[in-house]
């Protein structure tokens, strides 16, 4: 006869052992890599989320956890609602709506191109962050010695001065021992002879003059030659600031943002390719960016800098800008004006138009400039006036502005009559100007009235 009994525990334990098997696959299958998640997060969810903190978004540390804690909701939930947000919140999905209210209702970008095994990734990345290698030293990236470096410098110059100190006094000395003994070998040999040759030597400076008056006035005619042309160079330096970088109350790195990101000039200063001016950005234009960008996180560090000293100027935007980190909204009443220095300033009988020279002269600019800096190529004509803004730290006046320097550009600036505006505008006057100068001569921007007074100063 069968044992039932016997036959019925075996098989329960059986199928006891194959669901364990299969939750202990699943569990796996559900885990993640957390170092291709931290790839992942980086590129798909920095712009609004980060682990420890709220940007846009919430803080993403242990987002498994919590949601299962708050709403009851798996990791399932969470795939969902990462491909498609909004699909869920339409379904009706009491929680989803709950976070987007939560949220300010910002609606997160929906990511139907990542896979089931990316999110498992992510979500392993948010639960157990692998620990990253830290950073270089800032003081090395700077190029300095933080190893008590500075102590031992002043330790040494304060040994060396005391060296000089010492060895000045002493040829001090040495002088006034040898004056003493000149002087009582002068009175040994003393005598009638040398009492009378005495008498016939200059003893003052009026004297010298009145013996050799001709070579003192010559004299005197090249030190005012040389005066004249001194105050003549210092007069012509007035107003002159070659060189000139005030310090700003916001401390703001071109080569960090035009240089190694790339940003585009006109991305911030709007007006200066179709405007009279180019204007200084308002804060509106930085917070596009610094709204989800708290941090400085960049590997280009400057001498002297730190990541937490650039950190610290974004806070400063948020500061004039009345922005709530904590919040991510605006505080109405907080914002204060940014009292910005000017570096670039033309005088106001000087008229100057940006759009004149960007849009009509823009590719003559260039080739001008190249042409003349055979090895200093320019690849936008902004950098013909300002330099190369894109490598400065502080930004800097690279030229001296002018009336003469720009004269100098007016003259050698070849007209690109490739350009179409200045094909049409100016087919009559390039015509006229062929038969008057020849057909292959250069046609200058000084031809087309670039000197006359009234193009500038009206």
């Known amino acids: ?128 962050p692998p620990t990253e290698e830290p950073k270089a030293a800032e003081g090395a990236a700077a190029g300095t010695d933080t190893s008590g470096a500075t102590g031992g410098s002043v330790g040494n110059e304060t040994h060396t001065s005391t060296i000089v100190l010492i060895a000045l006094l002493a040829i001090v ?115 596009n960016c610094h709204r989800s960008i708290s941090e400085y996180t960049g590997e280009y560090l400057e001498p002297g800098m730190t990541r937490e000293d650039y950190t610290n100027e974004i806070k400063k935007i948020y500061a004039h800008v009345g922005w709530d980190e904590s919040k991510q909204q605006y505080i109405p009443g907080k914002e204060t004006p940014v009292e910005w220095v000017r570096i670039h300033n033309m005088p106001d009988f000087v008229y100057f138009n940006h759009s004149q020279h960007v849009v009509a002269g823009e590719q003559a600019i260039i080739n001008s400039f190249n042409k003349k800096n055979p090895n200093d190529q320019i690849d936008v004509v902004c950098k013909a006036c300002h330099g190369k803004i894109d490598t400065m730290n502080v930004v800097r006046m690279a030229n001296d502005f002018t009336m003469g320097w720009c004269i100098e550009c007016h003259r050698t600036t070849e007209v690109d009559m490739n350009n179409t505006y200045n094909k049409e505008y100016f087919e009559k006057l390039h015509e006229k100007l062929k038969k008057q100068y020849g057909e292959g001569t250069k046609i200058t921007v000084d031809a087309i009235g670039g000197i006359e007074c009234g193009k500038c100063h009206y």
């Open 173 to 287: 000395g040495l002088l006034i021992w040898v004056l003493v003994k000149l002087r009582e070998l002068v009175k040994l040999n003393q005598n009638e002879e040398l009492n009378e040759l005495n008498a016939t030597r200059i003893k003052s400076f009026s004297e010298l003059y009145r013996k050799y008056n001709y070579v003192g006035k010559a004299l005197l005619g090249v030190l005012v030659i040389l005066a004249t042309y001194g105050i003549w160079n210092w007069l012509m330096g007035i107003g002159v600031y070659r060189g000139y970088k005030p310090d700003q109350p916001i401390y703001f790195s071109h080569k960090i943002h035009a240089g190694i990101n790339k940003i585009d000039c006109q991305l911030c200063h709007s007006g200066a390719k179709y405007g009279k001016v180019s204007e200084i950005p308002s804060m509106n234009v930085c917070m």
């Open 1 to 128: 006869m069968i044992n039932w009994r016997k036959h019925y525990k075996k098989g329960l334990i059986a199928f006891s052992l194959l669901l364990s098997t299969g939750a202990y696959v699943t569990a796996q299958e559900a885990q993640g890599d957390p170092q291709k998640g931290m790839e992942l997060f980086k590129a798909n969810c920095t712009a609004c989320h980060q682990l420890d903190k709220q940007v846009i978004g919430p803080p993403l540390a242990g987002v498994v956890q919590r949601v299962q804690d708050e709403a009851g909701k798996d990791v399932a939930w969470l795939h969902s609602w990462i491909k498609d947000n909004k699909a869920l919140r339409e379904s009706g999905d009491a929680y989803a709506n709950e976070l987007f209210e939560k949220y300010n209702k910002v609606e997160m970008t929906p990511f139907p191109n990542l896979s089931d095994q990316d999110i498992d990734d992510i979500l392993a990345y948010t639960t157990n």
